[in-house]
């Protein structure tokens, strides 16, 4: 027997089950059947077009081939229909359970303890009755590696064959495959690190941002699993030799962090951690970039982390409030302007900000509130890399990278008239979604991350929870700039002591605490479970895999969900 059938063997005798006795047969209602069927839908579904391939080569050769779920519950067959019957004797059939504590060692069970593929032949099964029976077994995982089901070969012990093993191998890993496929943007080939060995080509599946979403069997076995989640950097299209030498810089054996760290910007969000990792890879490139989001939602600093984490970052950074400049003065900022060209003006003139900025980075915020006639003097220095100083009729090349800001709508602004087109394209190289305060996930480490900052000793004081729920309550309108003023007010208030909800200031305060402590105004557990799922898709982007993680349960547990509810995924941003 092999190790893994020695070690199946050893659980049984432990678990006290008698091999003389008929296995403990657990058959499933159809209900719960139909329960499990719709947890398991995308497996299934998945799972299909494999099995209706497999069904030809498995007739009339008393071959029988069966789908299970993680849990051991046989949820689809496919095969010869005379070996299907003796099967079913056995309970070899759907709606029943083969977990390794009810039947015995079997390669369904034990690949699911054991997560490798297992053959099981004859005699090797651990109960008397299941001995007629050769079965190979193949654990089926997601690109993220979660265990999600087993696909299995079953038939008489006469007819066992060692090929039988190699195709559930190779269907399982096609199943991988296939959900690679379609999870991920992108699918890259990574060079063999031993032809011989790998029945299968390592892929990878990385995300519109080239970040590590999936892996199948193969490259997980290559890389190893803590890659996943990582950003890379571009590839050329064709891939081919290239990825071995970008693979030699991403993964190397001493694991650095990928990304330089940029501490003023904290926090554990998804959405903001996704907007952050953007922001970073958008550092290693030249391209313009356009930063969207609400006021307060620290624009200046993801420009700033842009510009630091980047290779300008010893040049000089020059934020412009593009909304605090009167019309009439915007180009003599912008561009300077030479001495006496209008009344004010300082004798010896002055440069703008644009050769300010040297060849580092000029930061546009509020881009939106520019006036057309300023558009369009900004357009023409973005288009020609030169500047004019007003009343010079000398030109000056320019080589500062452009970042630009807004909280307005742009493509509505260009739709009334008071922004112009081909200047927003001129901006949008790379654009960057900023979440708004009240639709983060991570509002009291934030808190604490703030406090932090305005210790003086470094010592933070502690959030009580009753000052935490109402922290999480409110809408902050202000965004995180209004988180901090209400923290300095807090922590004043407290004295050095542990801040309590009490020293919490918030408007609209009375209204929050009357619902926190009102029994009436609780809502149901229905309510309650419904806002919780529709609160992290948003936060994940409509990403289930991740939301399930926030909501601590299982994916097909939160598809079953979202069916009972009818929540359906976003078919863009702007429904989040």
Not at 339 to 347: E, H, L, N
Not at 461 to 476: D, F
Request: proline share 5%.
């Amino acid at each position: 027997m092999s190790t893994i059938v020695l070690q199946s063997w050893k659980r049984c005798q432990e678990s006290n089950l008698k091999a003389t006795e008929n296995a403990h047969d657990q058959i499933i209602s159809m209900n719960r059947i139909k329960e499990i069927i719709q947890e398991n839908h995308l497996l299934i579904r998945r799972s299909l077009p494999l099995f209706e391939r497999l069904e030809p080569f498995l007739l009339h050769t008393e071959h029988i081939a069966l789908l299970a779920d993680r849990h051991g519950n046989i949820i689809h067959t496919v095969g010869d229909p005379t070996f299907a019957n003796q099967a079913q004797k056995v309970q070899l059939q759907i709606g029943a359970n083969w977990k390794e504590g009810h039947k015995g060692t079997n390669a369904i069970g034990t690949a699911l303890i054991e997560k490798q593929p297992v053959h099981v032949q004859g005699e090797q099964h651990y109960f008397l009755e299941n001995q007629f029976l050769t079965c190979s077994a193949s654990p089926i995982f997601s690109t993220a590696g979660e265990l999600l089901g087993v696909v299995n070969i079953s038939t008489r012990k006469e007819y066992n064959h060692p090929l039988s093993l190699t195709l559930v191998c190779m269907v399982a890993e096609a199943l991988q495959n296939h959900f690679l496929s379609a999870e991920a943007d992108r699918i890259v080939t990574l060079p063999q690190a031993d032809s011989r060995t790998q029945r299968s080509l390592p892929l990878i599946g990385l995300d519109r941002d080239d970040r590590i979403v999936g892996m199948n069997e193969s490259a997980k076995r290559q890389l190893g699993s803590e890659v996943m989640g990582r950003v890379i950097e571009q590839m050329d299209a064709g891939m081919g030799n290239t990825i071995q030498d970008k693979r030699k810089r991403i993964w190397p054996s001493a694991s650095p962090a990928l990304l330089k760290p940029f501490p003023r910007l904290a926090g554990t969000c998804p959405r903001f951690l996704q907007a952050k990792m953007l922001g970073q890879k958008a550092a290693r490139v030249d391209f313009p970039v356009l930063l969207l989001g609400e006021s307060g939602t620290g624009k200046e600093l993801f420009a700033q982390m842009i510009h630091e984490t980047g290779p300008r970052a010893q040049e000089p950074f020059i934020a412009v409030n593009c909304s605090s400049i009167p019309e009439n003065l915007i180009e003599s900022e912008l561009f300077g302007y030479e001495g006496g060209s209008f009344t004010g003006a300082q004798r010896e003139g002055r440069i703008g900000k644009f050769e300010a900025a040297k060849r580092g980075t000029i930061f546009l915020d509020e881009i939106g509130d520019m006036s057309l006639r300023s558009q369009a003097a900004l357009l023409r220095v973005l288009q020609e890399k030169v500047v004019t100083p007003v009343g010079s009729n000398q030109s000056r090349p320019i080589y500062a990278r452009v970042i630009a800001a807004t909280h307005r709508n742009l493509p509505e602004e260009i739709r009334a008239g008071r922004f112009r087109a081909d200047l927003y394209y001129r901006l949008k190289g790379v654009m960057i979604q900023l979440p708004p305060l009240r639709s983060r996930t991570d509002i009291p480490e934030l808190a604490r991350h703030l406090l932090q900052q305005l210790s003086p000793e470094g010592v933070a004081p502690s959030i009580s929870r009753e000052a935490q729920a109402l922290l999480a309550s409110h809408s902050w309108p202000g965004n995180v700039r209004e988180l901090q003023g209400v923290l300095i007010q807090a922590a004043f208030l407290a004295d050095g002591e542990d801040i309590e909800a009490d020293h919490i200031q918030l408007e609209g305060l009375d209204e929050v605490r009357d619902v926190l402590e009102s029994e009436d105004a609780l809502p149901s557990l229905k309510e309650t479970e419904m806002e919780a799922i529709r609160r992290a898709i948003r936060t994940t982007g409509g990403n289930v895999s991740q939301a399930a993680k926030l909501l601590q349960i299982g994916r097909n547990t939160l598809y079953r969900k979202m069916a009972e509810y009818r929540i359906s995924l976003p078919a863009t941003w702007e429904e989040l």
